[in-house]
Each structure stands twice: as structure tokens, then as C-alpha cells.
């Protein structure tokens, strides 16, 4: 069974910073990956979405990373901004079947 | 605007009683899910469905129940034989055979 894990599982950083949020899966045979965000008592927003084909997506001040052979997924987010806190949550879809596995979340804080 | 809405946000329950939460969605979406969220744990897929009249078991089904009767809507009934259904519920749907998966803002039931 897919597992799929998120580290750290919080994390705290000054205003401006860029900062990498860590995603990794334990079968790469996966069909895409999935970065969402989370605020608090609300449901998941989708960010980015990489097909297993493609190396990266961007998205204005966010840029996601896929490397299959290694199971390992990034989310690089430049010049943090206060409103960017929240928790976000990796996402990866199997070939087989029509499941999604998430991993449990990293809690980001952009202090001001 | 198109999206997935989730009814009631907020729900009090008695130990002993069903409830249904309410999921419709207006995507023209062939899957549906629902997944549980419990604080410090991802996502868990209790039901999900890919066509009407069809839906198959997740990894904790045990103590729920679901309909898919019409596209659009899959609700999901607690029941009384799940032992701790205090949680924040969140449905979701896709296109059937692609990857982007979208979110409604969630309901949170509380057994009291």
C-alpha cells in the first residue's frame, strides 16, 4: 500500500523567506502528485497538480518538483507571506485503481 | 460557480443516532470520495464512487454507508455502530481517469 509522508511536520518562518515543504512516497508507480492547502476548519485547495510525466509545475510564487525514481516530491514557496500560513498536504493518485494517498500535512507559520 | 457543497458545516449528534452529511456537487464529476480528518492524521478514504449506482469501500468504512443515486450527490450516513465518529468530514470529487481532485469546505460532527 502507498505511504506517503510529510516532513517536518510543522514549520516556522520570518516573512520574506523561501522555504521547501517535503513530500515522499513509498511506490513510485503513481499516476500524478497533488499539493493542496489547508486552512484551519476548512476543506483542501488544490495548488499545484504534476502529472507523473512531467519534472515540475509552477504557479506564480509556488513551484512543485516530482522525481519518481526517488519518491520524493517539493513544494518551494519564494518571498513567504503572512497570508501563506497554513497547512498543506501532498497528494499522489496510483495507476491502478481510483485512490488517492495523502500524506499527514506540514503546518506552516509565516511570522510578519 | 461550479463546486462541492457540503451540509451541515457543523453537526451534534447523540450517541445512538444516525446522521447523514449532505455532499452535491455541480462539476459533472463521475468520482466521489469521502474521507475522514482527525487531528495529526492525514486524510482517510472511508467510501468513494466512480459511477452512478456504484461505489466501493475504503479503508474505513466500517460504521458508514453511502448512495449514489444521482451524479451529483453521494452522501454519507454515521451511523450508530461507528464507536468514534467525532471528526471533520470532507467530500470530494474528480474527473473519472484524471487527477485533479476538488474539495467541499468540510463538515464537523461532534458526538456528544
Known amino acids: 500500500k502507498q505511504e506517503v509522508t510529510q516532513i517536518p511536520a510543522a514549520l516556522s518562518v520570518p516573512e520574506g523567506e523561501n522555504l521547501v515543504l517535503n513530500c515522499s512516497f513509498t511506490?513510485?508507480?503513481?499516476?500524478?502528485l497533488q499539493w493542496f492547502r489547508q486552512d484551519p476548519g476548512k476543506g483542501l485547495t488544490s495548488l499545484l497538480l504534476?502529472?507523473?510525466?512531467?519534472r515540475e509545475q509552477t504557479s506564480g510564487r509556488l513551484n512543485a518538483s516530482l522525481d519518481k525514481s526517488s519518491g520524493r516530491s517539493t513544494l518551494y514557496i519564494a518571498a513567504s507571506q503572512p497570508g501563506d500560513s497554513a497547512t498543506y498536504l501532498c497528494?499522489?493518485?496510483?495507476?491502478?485503481?481510483?485512490?488517492?494517498?495523502f500524506g499527514t500535512g506540514t503546518s506552516l507559520t509565516v511570522i510578519p | 460557480d461550479g463546486g462541492i457543497t457540503q451540509s451541515p458545516k457543523y453537526l451534534f449528534r447523540k450517541e445512538g443516532q444516525n446522521v447523514t452529511l449532505s455532499c452535491e456537487q455541480n462539476?459533472?464529476?463521475?468520482?466521489m470520495y469521502w474521507y475522514r480528518q482527525d487531528p495529526g492524521q492525514g486524510l482517510r478514504l472511508i467510501y468513494y464512487?466512480?459511477?452512478?449506482?456504484?461505489?466501493q469501500k475504503g479503508d474505513i468504512a466500517e460504521g458508514y454507508s453511502v448512495s449514489r443515486e444521482k451524479k451529483e450527490s453521494f452522501p454519507l450516513t454515521v451511523t450508530s455502530a461507528q464507536k468514534n465518529p467525532t471528526a471533520f468530514y470532507l467530500c470530494?470529487?474528480?474527473?473519472?481517469?484524471?487527477?485533479?481532485?476538488?474539495f467541499g469546505e468540510g463538515s464537523r460532527l461532534t458526538v456528544l
Open positions: 497528494a499522489v493518485r496510483v495507476n491502478t485503481g481510483n485512490q488517492f494517498y
Open positions: 462539476l459533472n464529476h463521475d468520482a
Open positions: 464512487s466512480q459511477i452512478v449506482n456504484d461505489f
Open positions: 504534476i502529472q507523473s510525466s512531467q
Open positions: 511506490d513510485s508507480a503513481i499516476y500524478n
Open positions: 470530494a470529487s474528480s474527473i473519472a481517469g484524471q487527477g485533479l481532485l476538488f
